[in-house]
């Protein structure tokens, strides 16, 4: 199957610096990713729709300045959390969908976990 | 992929029961559903998937079961593990991916 993989797996920062997240879909390529952050015992809440190539899609409430994406090839998109605070710690998941999928099936990553000091 | 942050439904249930997770669905246009396992400080895994054309699925000790005149699916474990203590939670596809919140399972050895 499809693999997608999530580096770091785990990072820990100290408040007020930057981190960058890497999603890469191994095997094959993907024209959109999606990212999500994930609390303890709480579902998947997507942040944005990353597009290869173009400006990514952000849900409500979620700060464009704050949380940098981009997907600048068909195999890697990046998260970049910036200026991060203690309040950012969380589970950060990303997805893709096979360019040529008829099935509409999301491939995760393992995630990546951001604990801020 | 639409989901909210809710927390979640858990179940219960002793090892060697089977166990029914159920989740409702919103868009009436979604024609392909996957349930998704999650454990603990891991990504999603996929388990099954259903297109609307069908009712029933089966895998190995896992069914699905969609009902579309009610927007539901319901995904069965038989002789639920250990192995099975996680998140569920289903997805459903058409033009958008839309989550449900997930329903935390716990096998009681």
Same mark, same amino acid.
């Given at each position: 199957g499809a693999v997608v993989s999530q580096h770091p797996s785990w990072v820990i920062c100290k408040s007020g610096t930057s981190v960058k997240i890497e999603c890469r879909s191994l095997d094959f390529q993907a024209t959109t990713m999606f990212w999500y952050r994930q609390f303890p015992k709480q579902s998947l809440m997507l942040m944005a729709t990353s597009n290869e190539g173009s400006k990514a899609t952000y849900e409500q409430g979620v700060e464009k300045d704050k949380f940098l994406i981009n997907h600048? #090839?068909?195999t890697l998109s990046t998260l970049t959390v910036t200026s991060?605070?203690?309040?950012?710690?969380s589970f950060y998941i990303c997805s893709a969908i096979h360019t040529? #999928?008829?099935?509409?099936e999301l491939f995760f990553g393992e995630g990546s976990r951001l604990t801020v000091l | 992929g639409e989901s909210v942050g809710l927390h979640l439904p858990t179940l219960s249930v002793q090892e060697g029961d089977n166990s029914i997770i159920n989740c409702a669905y919103s868009?009436?246009?979604?024609?392909y559903f996957i349930w998704y396992k999650q454990e603990s400080g891991k990504g999603p895994q996929f388990i099954i998937d259903i297109r609307s054309n069908m009712d029933k699925r089966q895998g190995q000790r896992v069914t699905v079961l969609l009902n579309k005149t009610v927007k539901h699916l319901s995904l069965q474990i038989a002789a639920?593990?250990?192995?099975?203590s996680a998140v569920y939670f289903c997805a459903e596809t058409g033009n958008q991916f839309y989550f449900g919140t997930g329903t935390s399972l716990t096998v009681i050895p």
């Open positions: 600048a #090839s068909l991060a605070h203690p309040e950012d710690s040529r #999928s008829n099935t509409g | 868009n009436s246009a979604s024609d639920t593990q250990p192995g099975d």
